[in-house]
């Protein structure tokens, strides 16, 4: 089975500032993806970024960047030049699958607030 | 190009009624996936269809039912209803499940049920 931890409930983070979301998971399966993504108050989930566990080099998409640690089991995510409109929940989640289906297994999620 | 959509946006049912959620993928994607996000928490995977089949189900009661129809789209029903069936219903489409690699779940604005 798969598992994502996400531990910090919460931070601020000054306007343009750089910050680090933690996630560690937990999986039995050699070949996994993770993935970022960001759920403002409306509720959409937004893709933000994958990572493939055989890929060689950390993924990068614009401002977000994945920091893979394969060893430690740890999948977090920077967001670079922090903006107003980051303010939002933020969840890790790794693909998983169950019978015959493919499924996203999702951490509790840390909500993430931009000062200006 | 339109991306998922689902119906309605909010609900409001009394405990022991039933309830019809929609869902129309992105045109192109033959797989929907149904979540129940309550609040405070991740998205939990509730069914996979593909190809109008079910492909697999998460740890839900059988209350919780769903199909897919010839043009893909998808209802997700739920029966004699809890109060703790409140949550956030999400419906995710992707063109190909089950390849392994990227497959990225597009998700829709989801409908906010309430439970009374």
């Known amino acids: 089975a798969q598992k994502i931890t996400q531990t910090q409930p919460g931070m601020f983070v000054q306007e343009k500032e750089a910050v680090t979301l933690d996630c560690t998971y937990d999986?039995?399966?050699?070949?996994?993806?993770l993935f970022w993504y960001k759920q403002p108050s409306s509720g959409e989930m937004i893709f933000l970024i994958y990572?493939?566990?055989?890929?060689?080099q950390n993924a990068t998409e614009g401002r977000y960047s994945l920091n893979f640690q394969k060893a430690r089991k740890s999948a977090n995510l920077v967001i670079s030049a922090s903006q107003l409109g980051d303010s939002a929940m933020y969840f890790c989640?790794?693909?998983?699958?169950?019978?015959?289906?493919?499924?996203?297994?999702f951490g509790k999620g840390m909500k993430l607030t931009v000062n200006p | 190009d339109a991306g998922v959509t689902q119906s309605p946006t909010h609900l409001i049912k009394t405990r022991g009624q039933h309830v019809t959620l929609r869902c129309s993928p992105i045109?192109?994607?033959?797989?929907v996936s149904w979540y129940q996000q309550v609040l405070g928490q991740g998205p939990q995977f509730i069914f996979q269809?593909?190809?109008?089949?079910?492909?697999g189900r998460g740890n839900f009661p059988d209350r919780f039912s769903a199909r897919q129809f010839p043009n893909y789209s998808s209802e997700l029903n739920v029966n004699a209803l809890l109060l703790g069936d409140s949550a956030l219903y999400l419906c995710?489409?992707?063109?190909?499940?089950?390849?392994?690699?990227?497959?990225?779940?597009?998700f829709g604005p989801g409908t906010r049920l309430t439970v009374l």
């Open positions: 995710a489409s992707s063109p190909n499940p089950g390849t392994g690699g990227f497959n990225e779940q597009f």
């Open positions: 999986t039995s399966d050699p070949s996994y993806g």
């Open positions: 990572q493939g566990s055989y890929d060689q």
């Open positions: 989640a790794m693909r998983g699958f169950q019978g015959g289906s493919e499924k996203l297994v």
């Open positions: 045109s192109g994607h033959k797989s």
């Open positions: 269809y593909y190809e109008k089949e079910e492909r």
